[in-house]
């Protein structure tokens, strides 16, 4: 008995995944992604920030706000919105883990509560775990005043003025470079 062989082998998608990364090397470097779509003309501060694991809305690109920190190992000027410079900054935890954040006034997460003081990034902060509400991908850190008690409501943490968001830059993707990969098949064209 013979097989027929599929039209669609293995090596094709290997090979078109290649040429992918080929013509447009930044897919393959998340923290670059973002920067990589970032002299598109038309380009808009308020492009949608995504869920890199989902693709779930987080935040316009108005919402980014920079809060400096002394801890930060380094931080450097990155053009991630319709030319629009932003602050990343590099920090590392305790288990010598190195994250590249930019923070946010405002995003659609979950933080998990109760929150921490111990080796917070900024001074007077404390911090708990951030997650997409989407599909539960670590995303980042909240960050609340330490004063603050260690429990507070979802609304209190949006509504506040002195609450702000670290997300991972890695697991960040813009929606108008999302756009960009994808390709119209020739058929649906006229």
């Known amino acids: 008995m013979r097989r027929e062989r599929s039209p669609w082998p293995p090596t094709a998608t290997v090979f078109h995944v290649s040429l992918v990364l080929l013509l447009?090397?930044?897919a393959n470097q998340p923290g670059e992604a973002c920067?990589?779509?970032?002299d598109a003309e038309g380009t808009s501060p308020d492009t949608l920030i995504l869920c890199r694991a989902c693709g779930h809305e987080l935040a316009v690109g108005t919402s980014i706000h920079f809060v400096p920190s002394r801890l930060a190992l380094s931080s450097r000027n990155d053009t991630l919105l319709g030319?629009?410079?932003v602050t990343v900054q590099l920090f590392e935890n305790p288990h010598g883990l190195q994250f590249e954040v930019v923070t946010f006034r405002k995003a659609d997460v979950?933080?998990?509560?109760?929150a921490s003081?111990?080796?917070s990034w900024f001074q007077g902060f404390s911090w708990t775990v951030a997650t997409c509400p989407r599909c539960k991908a670590h995303l980042g850190w909240a960050f609340q005043p330490s004063d603050w008690p260690d429990t507070i409501s979802q609304t209190k943490f949006e509504e506040s003025d002195?609450?702000?968001l670290a997300l991972i830059t890695h697991r960040l993707l813009?929606?108008?470079f999302a756009s960009?990969?994808?390709?119209?098949?020739?058929?649906?064209m006229s």
Do not use: C, I, M, N
Request: aromatic share 16%.
């Open 24 to 26: 447009y090397p930044a």
């Open 35 to 38: 920067a990589a779509a970032a």
């Open 83 to 85: 030319g629009r410079r």
């Open 110 to 114: 979950t933080p998990h509560w109760p």
């Open 117 to 119: 003081d111990h080796f």
């Open 162 to 164: 002195h609450t702000f």
């Open 174 to 176: 813009r929606e108008d």
């Open 180 to 188: 960009s990969l994808l390709v119209t098949p020739k058929s649906f």
